[in-house]
C-alpha cells in the first residue's frame, strides 16, 4: 500500500538554468542566453540589437521590432553562461543524486549544444557530453527523463526565422529529435517534448517578435504539430519510449460560491488545460475554436494536421504544480499575484513563498483527480518545490525546515491520491533537486534544491555544492518508498 514499487523517485533540472558552458564544445547561441538577471523588483530583460545596430533592453514580454537580432551585451550579467555549471559537475553532482537514492533524474538537453544554429548542422561534441551524462547516470542506476525542448530556442531560428511563428521550425525541431532519438534510442526511454507548453511565449522563449494573440496561437499550432509529428517518430525509432507532453499546472477555485466566480475559474482552468486536451485527447477543444471565431483569429494549417495531432498524442501527461490560484468574476478583486503573471485572486485560506506563490498541498491531490478523470493517462509530477532563501549558518550547515515541511505534505498528497483515489502516478521529481538559476526572476537566491551551490545572483561564488538538510531527509523518504515522512 501506498506508491507504487517502481516509482520514479528523483529531481528535475533544466539546460538553461543549471548547465551553464554556454559557448563550450561548440554550443551555439540560444535566446535565453541574452536575457539578464533580475529580480521582485526588476523584470529580467530581453538584449537585442536592431536593423540599424542599436542596441536596447527590453522586458521579456514587450514585443521585438521586425529585424531585431538578440545581443549579448558585455555591460550586463546573463545567469545561462555559468548557471549552476553542471557542464563541469556533472560527475560530481550525479554522485550525489545517487546517494540520496534517486532513481530516475530530469534533465534537458540544450538544443543549441546539438544543432548551434537549430538548423541541420550536428555538433558532435554536444552530442558527446550528453552520452557522458547519460552513462554517468545508468552507472548508478539512474533512468533519464528527458525534456527535449525546455523554454528556449536556438538564436538563430529567433532571429533569421521569427521562431515558432515560423512553420519550417517544425522541420529543424524534428530533425533535432531524430538526431537524439537515435543516438540515445538505448539509454533514454522517458522524453516529455515542450516543458509548460501552456507558458511559452515571446522572443525568449519561442523566438517570435511579436506576442499578440494570433501570433501566439499560430505558434502554438506549431508546437503541437511538432510534438505530435515527434511522439510518432519517436515511438518509431523505439515502440519502447514513453513520450509525455508537459504543462504548468495551477488549478483555479472559485472565489465563492457564485456561479460567476465557478465560471471564471473553469474559463481559468481551461485555458491551461486546452494545451492538454490537444496533446492527449488530439483535437482541439470546441471552447477554444469558438474563442478564435469571435476573436477572428485565424489558425494556418497544413491539410494533414489535424490528423499529424491525431496520431500524435501522449503517453503520459507530465506537469509541474507549485501552487494554486483563486478566479473571481468582480474585476475589483482581481489583482496580480507574486511572480506569477497571472491575472488572480489571492487566497485567504493559503499562505504563501517570499515571492507569492501559494503553498496548497491539497491542491495537488485535486489536481491528480482532476487530470486523472478528465485523460485517463498516466500522470508524472514533474516539478514541485519551494523557492526559499537559504542561510548558510556558521558551522556550515543549511537548516532549510520550511522546504522539508512544504514535501511532506505534497508527498502526503500525492499518496493519498494513489491509495484513496486510484490516481495512476509513476513518478516525482522536485523541481531544482540541486540549487539552480529562477527562470522567472534570474536569482540565486530564490533556491529549491536539497544542494546548496555557492553562487550569488551576480555571478559571484566557488561553486562547491554543500548537502542541505533536506538531503538527508529526501534520502530517508526515497529509501522508503514514500512511507516516511
Ligand atoms: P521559478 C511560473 C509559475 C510556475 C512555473 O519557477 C514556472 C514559472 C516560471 O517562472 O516555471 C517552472 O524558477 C519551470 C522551471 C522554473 C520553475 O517552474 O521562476 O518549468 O523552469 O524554474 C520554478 O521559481
Known sequence: ?????????????????????????????????????????????????????????????????????????????????????FYHHYQEDIALFAEMGFKCFRMSISWARICPKGTDEINEEGLAFYDEVFDELLKHGIEPVVTINHFDIPMYLADEYDGWSNRKVIDYFLFFCETIFTRYQDKVKYWMTFNEINFLRSWTQIGIHKNDKQHKYQAAHHLFVASAKAVQMGHRINPDFMIGMMVAYIPSYPMTANPEDVLAALQFNREQEFYIDVQANGYYPAHKLKEFEREGITIEKAADDDAVIANGTVDYIGFSYYMSTASSANPEAVKYVGGNQMPAVKNPYLSESDWGWAVDPLGLRISLCQLSDRYHLPLFVVENGFGAIDQVEDDGTINDDYRIDYFKKHIAAMKDAITLDGVDLIGYTPWGCIDLVSAGTGEMKKRYGFIYVDMDDHGNGTLARKKKKSFDWYKEVIASNGEQL
Open 1 to 85: 500500500m501506498g506508491f507504487p514499487k517502481n516509482f520514479l523517485w528523483g529531481g528535475a533540472t533544466a539546460a538553461n538554468q543549471y548547465e551553464g558552458g554556454y559557448l563550450s564544445g561548440g554550443k551555439g547561441l540560444s535566446t535565453l542566453d541574452a536575457i539578464t538577471g533580475g529580480s521582485m523588483d526588476h523584470p529580467r530583460m530581453i538584449t537585442y540589437k536592431t536593423k540599424d545596430g542599436q542596441i536596447e533592453k527590453v522586458t521579456r514580454d514587450t514585443e521585438l521590432p521586425e529585424g531585431a537580432v538578440g545581443y549579448i551585451d558585455p555591460e550586463q550579467y546573463y545567469p545561462s553562461h555559468v548557471a549552476t555549471d
